[in-house]
């Protein structure tokens, strides 16, 4: 088990920033590559970046390509998103999870094992 708790979410006005975390626990985080996906109502859950285990392969959504970041320190259990020049469109519950897989390629909610709960980003217009 790899329990994951996402923090950071708020509401945000139209280019503004937000940085999320989440927390691992257990000594395996740094195993993991780490994935951030978003679901709004009524949409499916998207693929929004992913980290491999080490941070030094990552991927992004084209959507956020250039506004968000992904990063993570295996010291601390922790995996960020940074997210910046925000759009209404951005507003949905943000997820962290834990992959099956190594590297960055696999991109599709089946692929990830262990998932947080859940931080509500909401942007307004």
């Known amino acids: 088990q790899v329990p994951l708790v996402e923090s950071g979410g708020g509401l945000v006005q139209a280019g503004g920033s937000l940085r999320l975390s989440c927390a691992a626990s257990?000594?395996?985080?740094?195993?993991?590559?780490m994935g951030w996906f978003r679901q709004a109502p009524g949409k499916e859950r998207e693929f929004v970046a992913v980290?491999?285990?080490?941070?030094?392969?990552?991927d992004y959504a084209d959507s956020v390509k250039g506004r968000f970041t992904i990063s993570r320190d295996n010291a601390k259990n922790t995996v960020y998103l940074e997210m910046i020049s925000l759009k209404p469109e951005d507003t949905a519950v943000y997820y962290c999870?834990?992959?099956?897989?190594?590297?960055?390629?696999?991109?599709?909610?089946?692929?990830?094992?262990?998932w947080g709960q859940g931080t509500q980003v909401t942007v307004s217009s």
């Open positions: 999870a834990a992959s099956f897989y190594a590297g960055t390629g696999h991109q599709r909610p089946n692929d990830y094992r262990y």
């Open positions: 257990g000594r395996t985080f740094s195993t993991y590559s």
């Open positions: 980290i491999n285990w080490n941070g030094g392969s990552t």
